[in-house]
């Protein structure tokens, strides 16, 4: 009997540590993840928590960079990589719109992981008279040449303050580096960016000066227009930016760069421990640059984002009780939008396949506005 009892218990034993075994190896042994260029921020931020990963599972990640968004989501889209760190190519490719506004792209099914908040504002020179963003009409605003990421948010901000387009003056920049330094040659009045960009300092530094124009969060009328132009961002209060006073804050949007994203079809429970591994992980990739804090899961696991959280996220994400009735309501939202984009493209398609690319891309934006104003 004792000797029953000894082997009943050796067993229990080794059925436990088969099962702590089984629960380590929750996360992958290896993993493919693809990110912005080697320098950027993506890039940088992806190696962190992958090192991380590394140091407290084991787990071995080889980040594939790329300088386009086709290059960090082809991986993805066909089985190549795990994850990829996006920028807003996610929020294009999930609709259908401008580069993947083509017959052999539309519309893809993505999900969130998780992304860090990222604020941007309409951000101009000092003596160009534009305290607000009513204020730009009639100004010059730098936009970047084939560079949607970073005029839709633009064009979305100017909606805050009721302008359109055609409401300033769109001065074009052949590169970022070009329309962000522009203000500083006063070539142009103001443009759309994160504030901590370095050619801010130069503004800040130079003789025109520097000034954030408000995005206040009690202001529903404008966030109501901002949010019909680009319905992934939401009020943020920022306190590094270049220039600004220390202890004063400055009034912005939050959009996430970089978004881990995968595809709709990933394993709830493969998402659930990869969340779970960046959660743990935290304080080992936290001091990884100076943005890296606010992957802390209450700001990196909230909505709004481009695309809607993976089911996994959210499991994981309700257990810690970072998840309200709110935000599913806007995930809810959020793939309800995703999916008359799908079916909007699935009647579009075949009956459009004749036209030029050019002319078929119009065609199809036109019709994704017209599917986007008809949603609530």
């Known amino acids: 009997m004792d000797t029953k009892i000894r082997f009943g218990a050796a067993l229990a034993g080794l059925m436990a540590l088969s099962m702590g075994s089984a629960a380590a190896q929750e996360l992958p042994g290896t993993m493919v993840w693809t990110s912005y260029d080697v ?220 978004v881990i994203t995968t595809t709709a079809e990933k394993s709830a429970d493969e998402v659930y421990a990869f969340i779970k591994a960046l959660d743990e992980t935290y304080d080992l990739y936290k001091d990884g640059t100076a943005a890296m804090k606010r992957w802390s899961l209450d700001m990196s696991g909230k909505p709004a984002i481009d695309v809607p959280f993976h089911e996994g996220a959210v499991r994981y994400l309700k257990e810690k009780g970072i998840w309200t009735d709110e935000d599913e309501v806007w995930n809810q939202k959020r793939i309800e939008r995703m999916d008359a984009m799908a079916k909007a493209w699935e009647e579009f398609k075949p009956q459009n396949e004749s036209m030029s690319e050019e002319d078929y891309t119009e065609a199809w934006m036109a019709k994704r506005a017209e599917v986007a104003a008809g949603l609530n």
Not at 74 to 100: C, I, M, N, S, W
Request: aromatic share 8%; net charge negative; glycine share 10%.
């Open 39 to 258: 320098g950027s921020a993506g890039y940088a931020e992806a190696s962190a928590i992958a090192d991380a990963f590394g140091r407290e599972f084991g787990t071995r990640v080889r980040i594939q960079p790329s300088g386009s968004g086709i290059g960090r989501l082809q991986p993805l889209l066909q089985g190549r990589a795990d994850y990829a760190f996006l920028a807003t190519e996610a929020f294009f490719v999930a609709e259908g719109a401008y580069d993947f506004a083509k017959p052999d792209w539309g519309p893809h099914n993505l999900r969130a992981v998780a992304g860090r908040p990222a604020g941007i504002t309409l951000i101009a020179a000092g003596d160009a008279g534009i305290n607000t963003v009513e204020d730009a009409r009639g100004k010059r605003i730098a936009f970047v040449a084939g560079n949607p990421s970073v005029n839709v948010k633009c064009e979305a901000i100017l909606a805050f303050g009721g302008l359109t387009l055609d409401d300033v003056e769109v001065i074009t920049f052949p590169t970022y580096s070009s329309a962000m330094s522009s203000m500083t040659r006063n070539e142009s009045d103001a443009t759309c960016t994160t504030p901590t960009t370095s050619q801010l300092y130069e503004l800040a530094e130079s003789p025109r000066g520097i000034q954030y124009a408000p995005l206040e969060a009690d202001n529903k009328e404008g966030w109501d227009k901002l949010l019909k132009v680009l319905p992934i961002m939401a009020p943020s209060d920022e306190d590094v930016a270049a220039g600004l006073p220390e202890g004063e804050i400055a009034k912005m949007a939050a959009y996430r760069y970089p």
